[in-house]
């Protein structure tokens, strides 16, 4: 008892500890990876606010540009030779741009123009000299408003640029397209303003998933965006306006490293209130307890007073000396039942030895049955000859050696035997018709479970009748049960009768074996699901139902190995 007390005060005050560790630690985790991802969240938010602007500038310089009528009129002029036309228009068409040219940076915006008569400038390329990919000809067919980006960078003269295009139209018929190149060394710096986190990185990647920018700290290679997984990492994104996204990834241990010094100061503080409680906890175990372990151990050392509970000296009114108080009530309850029990052990083992000096010798009946039979044969009585024969077969399958199991057919024939004996007793022709399946005859079961049955019949159901008294059985198979129906057609009886029977309430008993009998055993060897069933009906007769499991000599011993009954 001590140990036991020890062990749940040390559960119940360690559950609501542990319960709070672990809501400290989700709760620490939870912050940590917040803050993180807040602070990530805005300065990406920043930097892709400052590349939209970026990215806005070129559009709406774009939008200018196919827009202008004078530009577009200027594209479809048939200018031959007329090189001072076209002086003019490449003048035009710088000033409108108003970009800085250098040979080694291509200019940002290009007019691929859909006229043999132009010749190449700065800002100015046949339509037939680019090289011809899926974004042109899908620009080719768009209308003005639509942007038409390039999944991926485009390389010139050894550097990047976002490119996106835009088709130039006169009334609905293209002209031209405007290639739009935005260096992206411009937009990776923007990105990278965001500042990468401890083991992390930052990338932009398109549409199709291919990476177009990394800055990486992880010290890992990242050949793809499926190797960056959220198993591993926490993944912060946003869409710029071309369609690419810039994404930040922070490594997950960087968050666990600061969470995992809040879990170890809470283990030393658990670790602590453990130690507490173990040293508060003995003590108190050893408080409650200590009182009834030294009257327990007083006992184990004097075994007289457990069977002298008068030397048991009990003082106090604390708790413990209640419970020392009802374990001597116990002891002085159990000294009565075991004197109880002495008494009756003797009284049995007297009853026992009455009951052997009184019980029946079967070998003496049957000598004294033959030596009756043969005074009755010299008398010629041939009466007394023949309930002889009948008394002889009867006991003979009724006492069967002392086995409380028969075979159906032994059974009918003791059945056949007990009928001949009334007949010749009440001078009453009792007729006993059989309707029996030869197959149920192998089949066993408990001695006297018809008999009883129609002892009640013959003796109840038909007794003061005369002549035509008879009495039927039916015996057939319904897998895995076997049904006898025994009915006679005698006075009957009503049906509070058939309720006092079933209800066990009837008292009758013929021979010893009575209907309360019969259904008590076979609830004993087959169970609640299994007995009989009893239809009446007042100066019609009765007939009842019997119904048990088929089973052989050796299955019916195995059952009653399980449920014990007392058929004597």
Not at 200 to 212: A, F, P, Q, Y
Not at 309 to 321: A, C, K, P, Y
């Amino acid at each position: 008892m001590n140990n036991q007390i020890f062990k749940n005060l040390i559960i119940f005050t360690s559950i609501p500890i542990i319960l709070i560790s672990i809501y400290v630690c989700f709760y620490t985790y939870q912050k940590n990876k917040g803050e993180y991802l807040d602070a990530i969240g805005i300065r990406l938010n920043e930097s892709k606010n400052l590349i939209d602007e970026l990215l806005v500038k070129y559009i709406d310089k774009s939008s200018y540009m196919i827009t202008n009528q004078k530009l577009i009129k200027n594209l479809q002029k048939n200018y031959g030779n007329d090189l001072e036309q076209m002086i003019y228009f490449f003048e035009d068409t710088d000033a409108m741009i108003g970009e800085p040219y250098y040979e080694d940076i291509r200019s940002p915006f290009i007019i691929h123009a859909d006229n043999e008569t132009l010749f190449d400038g700065k800002f100015i390329d046949k339509l037939t000299n680019i090289e011809s990919n899926d974004f042109i000809e899908e620009a080719k067919k768009s209308p003005t408003t639509e942007i038409i980006w390039k999944s991926d960078l485009t390389v010139k003269d050894d550097q990047r640029y976002l490119t996106f295009y835009r088709n130039i139209v006169d009334f609905k018929t293209s002209i031209g397209i405007l290639e739009v190149n935005i260096p992206y060394n411009i937009v990776a710096l923007k990105m990278d303003m965001i500042g990468v986190p401890d083991r992390g990185l930052i990338l932009s990647v398109n549409k199709d998933g291919d990476i177009l920018h990394l800055n990486n700290q992880t010290q890992l290679e990242i050949p793809n965006l499926q190797s960056i997984s959220q198993k591993d990492y926490f993944i912060v994104s946003s869409s710029l306006k071309d369609g690419n996204q810039i994404i930040v990834a922070i490594p997950k241990m960087e968050v666990n490293k600061k969470t995992f010094r809040t879990i170890m100061l809470v283990v030393g503080f658990f670790m602590i209130y453990i130690f507490v409680m173990l040293l508060a906890s003995k003590t108190t175990a050893h408080r409650i307890t200590g009182n009834l372990e030294n009257f327990i151990n007083k006992i184990k050392r004097n075994d007289q007073l457990l069977l002298n509970e008068e030397l048991i000296q009990i003082t106090g009114t604390d708790d413990v000396s209640i419970i020392k108080l009802k374990l001597k009530e116990l002891v002085s309850r159990l000294n009565e039942i075991h004197k109880e029990m002495v008494t009756v052990k003797l009284e049995k083992s007297s009853l026992e030895i009455e009951l052997l000096q009184s019980r029946i010798n079967p070998h003496l009946l049957y000598n004294s049955l033959s030596v009756i039979n043969w005074t009755a044969l010299w008398n010629k009585d041939h009466k007394t000859v023949e309930i002889i024969d009948a008394m002889t077969k009867y006991y003979r399958i009724a006492l069967s050696k002392g086995n409380s199991l028969i075979s159906v057919a032994s059974e009918l024939e003791m059945i056949k035997e007990y009928v001949k004996i009334n007949v010749i007793a009440h001078s009453v022709d009792y007729q006993l018709v059989l309707d029996i399946e030869e197959e149920i005859l192998g089949f066993y079961t408990s001695k006297h479970l018809i008999q009883p049955v129609v002892e009640n019949a013959i003796l109840h159901g038909l007794n003061g009748k005369s002549e035509n008294a008879i009495v039927t059985i039916k015996g057939y198979l319904a897998l895995p049960d076997i049904v006898f129906e025994i009915s006679d057609n005698g006075r009957g009886m009503g049906p509070e009768s058939i309720n006092d029977i079933m209800n066990l309430n009837f008292t009758a008993s013929f021979g010893g074996y009575g209907i309360k009998n019969v259904i008590k055993r076979i609830q004993a060897y087959y169970g609640n699901n299994h007995g009989i069933a009893i239809e009446s009906e007042v100066g019609k007769g009765t007939k009842v139902t019997i119904r048990i499991e088929a089973l052989n000599e050796a299955e019916l011993n195995e059952r009653r190995e399980f449920r014990t009954f007392d058929a004597s």
